[in-house]
């Protein structure tokens, strides 16, 4: 186990009625928020008006922005930023998923930048200062609400970038899996494969550390045992419950936590398909992971062997167990998740894989595990089309 720092300032609060002390919270640092949504979930779940009502008794004056899209989009953001500055809030509140907690994010630190925001994402400015951030969780899967990072797109140049800073942790998020149980199935499908690629970025990074491990296979674990229960039935809270903590757990730091640096390539590979074709960041996801995965593998065969024996229960020599559980999982994402693996269901052709390669949002040499150049990519890429 390698040495580490663990830091998560976030307060969570998870259950039935949990809202009831948002107003309090809230109060200790702001007294006029931006309030952040996406494109009417929220009003739907009768979320936002509760949200509105606590607001209103608490004497916290707030200003709204509507509209935030999957893949959120840089120009929200900056829309946002110039609202928040024309109004002088204290705080930025997000209610939503992963999209709206990230465009918070980047419109508190935005806030305090007097040239681009976009300038953070290119690393040539550094986050100084950022509004107090508050999330109310509507959809699971990308922790946005429980860890530092958000990620943007700049639709002009079909980059997909991200930020860092211990200053965009939210202050306190707010879970209640009453408010996600109308959530449609392909969207748990996706957010279901965005937590397993978090896990994996940290689990499959070369490391091996048995606790840690441990906690990574009991998150994998809990989200295979609640996709089908919430299939069933999506109001069942407590399936819910742990999808949702399962996720926030997923990428909050802790499962890098003697680990020392993830491998993000899927990630990144997939932020390219979605800022040049549009696709949900989960399917992206469902088509890259199992084909890094099968391109990568070779690398640590044991840790691979791990994961066959842990998650399916399988037995045999560690290669065979290796590969085995790979095409067990890809059998997971197309029979449980009802997702493609493959570039080519999406009409996206062979001949367009290099483009993709190309794509700004990729950072070469980009992975931990195994060090990917462009010609790497496209190998992973021509795996998807099988």
Not at 49 to 57: E, P
Not at 125 to 143: D, F, V
Not at 169 to 184: G, V
């Given at each position: 186990m390698k040495s580490f720092t663990y830091y998560n300032p976030t307060k969570v609060f998870v259950g039935s009625d949990v809202l009831e002390n948002m107003g309090t919270t809230i109060q200790k640092k702001a007294r006029k928020i931006l309030l952040l949504t996406g494109k009417g979930s929220a009003h739907?779940?009768?979320?936002?008006?509760?949200?509105?009502?606590?607001?209103?008794?608490?004497?916290?004056?707030y200003v709204t922005y509507e509209g935030i899209q999957s893949n959120p989009l840089l120009k929200d953001v900056q829309e946002a930023i110039d609202v928040a500055k024309k109004e002088e809030v204290d705080a930025v509140l997000a209610i939503g998923g992963g999209s709206v907690i990230d465009s918070a994010k980047a419109v508190a630190a935005g806030f305090f930048c007097e040239d681009n925001?976009?300038?953070?994402?290119?690393?040539?400015?550094?986050?100084?200062?950022?509004?107090?951030?508050?999330?109310?969780?509507?959809?699971?899967?990308?922790?946005?609400?429980?860890?530092?990072?958000a990620v943007i797109t700049k639709q002009e140049t079909n980059e997909k970038l991200s930020i860092k800073s211990e200053?965009?942790?939210?202050?306190?998020?707010?879970?209640?899996?009453?408010?996600?149980?109308?959530?449609?199935?392909?969207?748990?499908?996706?957010?279901?494969?965005?937590?397993?690629?978090?896990?994996?970025?940290?689990?499959?990074a070369g490391y091996h550390t048995y606790f840690v491990d441990s906690v990574s296979e009991s998150i994998m674990k809990t989200v295979m045992y609640a996709v089908p229960l919430l299939q069933a039935n999506p109001n069942n809270l407590d399936a819910r419950a742990e999808f949702a903590w399962a996720a926030s757990w997923a990428l909050n730091g802790f499962t890098a936590c003697g680990r020392g640096y993830g491998d993000f390539s899927s990630h990144r590979i997939g932020h390219a398909i979605s800022a040049m074709y549009g696709i949900a960041h989960g399917q992206t996801l469902a088509i890259v992971q199992p084909a890094w995965m099968r391109y990568c593998y070779i690398c640590d065969i044991q840790k691979f062997a791990r994961f066959g024996r842990e998650l399916f229960g399988l037995q045999g020599n560690d290669e065979a167990v290796a590969s085995d559980g790979i095409f067990r999982f890809i059998d997971w994402v197309h029979s449980v998740l009802g997702l493609t693996t493959s570039l080519s269901d999406l009409g996206i052709r062979a001949e367009d894989i290099k483009k993709i390669a190309m794509n700004d949002s990729i950072p070469y040499p980009s992975g931990t595990l195994r060090s990917l150049n462009q010609e790497d990519v496209i190998h992973v890429l021509r795996l998807s089309n099988f």
């Open positions: 739907k779940t009768g979320v936002y008006q509760r949200v509105l009502d606590i607001l209103r008794q608490s004497e916290i004056q925001v976009w300038d953070f994402f290119h690393r040539t400015k550094t986050i100084k200062n950022s509004l107090p951030i508050y999330c109310i969780l509507t959809i699971s899967g990308t922790a946005s609400e429980m860890n530092g990072t200053l965009l942790f939210p202050r306190a998020t707010w879970i209640d899996p009453m408010y996600q149980s109308s959530i449609p199935t392909n969207q748990l499908s996706y957010t279901a494969m965005d937590i397993m690629s978090h896990v994996f970025e940290y689990y499959f």
